[in-house]
């Protein structure tokens, strides 16, 4: 039998429940007959500034990430209209590595009609035909769930995007489209 | 003479004056000795649909950061509390491959500030003595300017983060921090 490692890279670190959802995150990994690397696998030493125990954090979960074969990524928006920074870091950190990549959303609303959202639907088209904010700063409109070199990313190496469509709230807990996107990643990566 | 060739990454191409600010960049850049890698140098082609747009430039700019040897990337928050989510990728992504890695914010709160400010500032802490927003979703405070995948992976490669405080009319286009980044890069990187 294959052992596929899946890095999974998300907001759930941040959630009141958080160890719990990590766990519901590994048993479906599990289950789905790959083998889950998750951020908390490690201790975290002590440090004598908060500033060291980033840095410590930050390099186990490089660590993690190498040990990994593949990411499935949370790309739901997480404080505002984008994806968790440091998830869209892990998914480029491991997309230069060459490994598989895979994401979700639990957000139906693309980019575009987000950014748009963002501005009360004010969007206008400039003279090159271009979608801009009535700032002035262009809106990507590529059918795509978050910027483009996150989903392009992605889709360039053979991966695979699911959308997702969670009650408002439940957009940190549902794992439906998780769900989904480990069947589509593990129907993959156990026959390479 | 070593050539050294940087990427200079950042949400500058939204802007309503991209090219004059990515001219700017590229000229400060090779002030400074160093040779631009910049998003734009390459010609998108025409495409069917947006999708495959978005899929074609994502491919460019990854091959542009492939050609160079480090990265400087503007973490200022871009439309709400965080760093533009593209740039988070590219910051990742060549972090994995080894390259050179520099930052600079224009804002000089903190993430933990502006995190908290996202709450006007009601954040406990829980019994572990983490800080926790009304939500229950907890506020990383590691005297970072960003996640701490971003800041971690700059710091513990050997670069700088630079925090720059541009007037908040000016924090998309204010090149101070960028200026005293570059020449902290150009220091390391044309010697070594």
Redesign the interface.
């Known amino acids: 039998v294959r052992e596929v490692r899946v890095y999974l890279a998300g907001p759930e670190?941040?959630?009141?429940n958080?160890r719990e959802m990590l766990d519901r995150k590994i048993a479906l990994t599990r289950a789905a007959g790959l083998i889950p690397v998750s951020p908390g696998d490690l201790a975290i030493p002590d440090t004598p500034?908060?500033?060291l125990?980033?840095?410590a954090?930050?390099?186990i979960?490089?660590q993690l990430m190498r040990s990994a074969d593949a990411i499935i990524a949370n790309l739901t928006p997480f404080?505002?209209?984008?994806?968790?920074?440091?998830t869209?870091?892990?998914?480029?950190?491991?997309?230069?590595?060459g490994k598989a990549a895979y994401a979700y959303t639990n957000v139906a609303a693309n980019h575009f009609d987000r950014?748009a959202a963002?501005y009360d639907g004010a969007i206008t088209l400039d003279a090159a035909g271009r979608p801009?904010a009535l700032d002035?700063?262009?809106v990507?409109?590529?059918?795509?769930i978050?910027?483009?070199?996150?989903?392009?990313?992605i889709?360039?190496r053979g991966g695979a995007v699911v959308v997702g469509n969670a009650p408002a709230e439940a957009i940190h807990t549902d794992l439906a489209a998780f769900a989904r996107v480990l069947t589509l990643a593990a129907e993959v990566l156990l026959k390479s």
């Not at 990507?140 to 795509?144: G, I, L, S, V």
């Open positions: 670190v941040f959630l009141p958080a500034t908060k500033k125990k980033g840095l954090i930050s390099a979960d490089e404080r505002g209209i984008h994806a968790d920074t440091g869209c870091y892990e998914l480029g950190f491991m997309c230069a590595l950014t963002l801009r002035g700063l262009a990507e409109d590529f059918d795509m978050d910027n483009l070199m996150m989903h392009g990313g889709e360039s």
